[in-house]
């Protein structure tokens, strides 16, 4: 399964070992994130370090572990569907805007998040970490 991650989720995953960070490292999915997303994960990592009780090496080799999994998309590979992704989160949250153009370009599954207002969109299926755990864990248990 293809999905955008939301970068609450990956934020999520760095605080704690949880479900996000099974759900992040399970090997049948796939994520994709604008490339930027480092960037902002990395305004909050003094937060995240205090949050997480963890140290600044710890953290870079969690986040490093945890965007193995995630594939970085460079603005040029999703530019063309900008102005598509804004005008559907303009009336939600025009910020969102990369993550649905990300999830346009590259026809992703849907994304996950637990950000309320994406499913004010219709344009990507919007997938919940209780429901992503259901779904891959329901599988795991018929095998």
């Known amino acids: 399964m293809k999905l955008v991650i939301d970068t609450n989720r990956l934020i999520a995953g760095l605080l704690k070992s949880s479900l996000c960070r099974e759900i992040i490292l399970h090997e049948e999915l ?6 930027y997303m480092v960037t902002e994960i990395e305004k909050y990592r003094s937060y995240i370090c205090e949050k997480a009780d963890i140290g600044e090496k710890n953290f870079s080799v969690l986040l490093y ?6 594939r970085l998309v460079p603005y040029d590979r999703f530019s063309h569907c900008l102005s598509d992704a804004i005008e559907t989160m303009e009336h939600v949250d025009v910020k969102d805007a990369p993550f649905i153009a990300v999830g346009m370009a590259l026809n992703v599954d849907g994304i996950w998040t637990e950000d309320k207002h994406f499913y004010r969109q219709t344009v ?10 259901e779904i891959l864990w329901s599988q795991t248990s018929e095998e």
């Not at 572990?65 to 995630?70: A, F």
Request: no cysteine; glycine share 4%; net charge negative.
């Open 30 to 35: 796939t994520f994709y994130a604008p490339d």
């Open 65 to 70: 572990t945890l965007l193995e999994n995630i």
């Open 124 to 133: 990507i299926r919007v997938y919940s970490t209780e429901e992503l755990g």
